[in-house]
């Protein structure tokens, strides 16, 4: 029991730095953050989903049943969920979709001419990026209490001179 505990006090700990380090924009940015624009998850679900996961967790320590472990698993999905940043760089002249600082997908383009004929689009969790009717990026955007916001993301695209395509 006691390893448990060490373990989740352990992972409890990496997941707090790494998700205080997200809204450090200096961090995000690998320097200057002065042609950086970064979407990061509300702080406060942040911390309610760290919060939840440890309460299952010790309540698994405790009694070990499926439902437990269904939980735990599901709360430990909502604090990757809350690991998530998008951030276009004018920088490194890309819009790149990081899971606690990991790019996963990474879009880049000219700096000159932006995206040709760049649009982008919403379908229910997502909002994907084309270039000339050519899907380059697609970013998960959670509902309300997990992951990043929609109208946030919404926003930094328009800032990046991407229309809105509805069909």
């Known amino acids: 029991m006691k390893i448990k505990v060490s373990v989740l006090i352990v992972l409890v700990a990496v997941f707090s730095l790494l998700m205080a380090a997200m809204h450090d924009a200096f961090l995000l940015a690998g320097g200057s953050d002065v042609l950086e624009i970064n979407a990061t998850p509300v702080p406060k679900y942040q911390i309610l989903s760290i919060l939840v996961f440890v309460v299952i967790s010790v309540v698994v320590i405790f009694r070990q049943t499926q439902v437990a472990y269904f939980l735990v698993l599901l709360s430990a999905l909502i604090v990757l969920l809350n690991g998530h940043t998008f951030t276009i760089s004018g920088k490194r002249h890309s819009m790149v979709d990081r899971w606690f600082f990991i790019p996963i997908q990474t879009l880049e383009f000219d700096p000159s001419e932006g995206l040709n004929s760049g649009y982008y689009r919403k379908s229910g969790f997502f909002i994907s990026v084309y270039e000339e009717d050519r899907l380059k990026l697609c970013v998960l955007t959670g509902p309300y ?18 229309i809105e395509k509805v069909d």
């Open 145 to 162: 209490f997990v992951g990043l916001k929609a109208s946030r993301v919404e926003s930094m695209l328009k800032s990046f001179g991407l």
